[in-house]
C-alpha cells in the first residue's frame, strides 16, 4: 500500500539549532537507507520550512504505524513532530475502475 507522508517538525525554546540538526541527521540516514531498500519511494524537504514529503510502500497500516514510532526523530523528539498520513490508490486502478463503471 502507498502512503503520502506529510511531516510537520517543531522543536521546543531550550533546544538549538545545531541539536536539532543532530537529531535530522539521524533521521536523515535513516530516510536514505529506507530509500535504499524501497520503503520509501521517494520523498522531498519543503523548502524554507522544517517539513519533509514521503510516498513509502508498506503492506500494511501497522506496518507504517510501526517504523513511524521507531523512526529516530520520532524516539527523540516525537512531541514535536506532526504526520499527515494519506493512503494512496494508484491513479491506473482507478482509470480503470471509471472506464468498468461507464459499461454498467
Known sequence: ???HLDFHVE???N???KDL???????ADAALDAKAVGVVVDLWK???TRRVIAIVNVDTPDTLDQILLD??????M??????????????EDFAADVKERLKS
Open 1 to 3: 500500500m502507498l502512503y
Open 11 to 13: 522543536y521546543s525554546a
Open 15 to 17: 533546544m538549538s539549532q
Open 21 to 27: 540538526f543532530k537529531i535530522w541527521a539521524k533521521e
Open 46 to 48: 519543503c523548502v524554507g
Open 71 to 76: 523512526l529516530p526523530i520520532m524516539q527523540e
Open 78 to 91: 516525537g512531541q514535536h513532530v506532526q504526520v499527515e498520513v494519506t493512503p494512496l490508490r494508484r491513479y
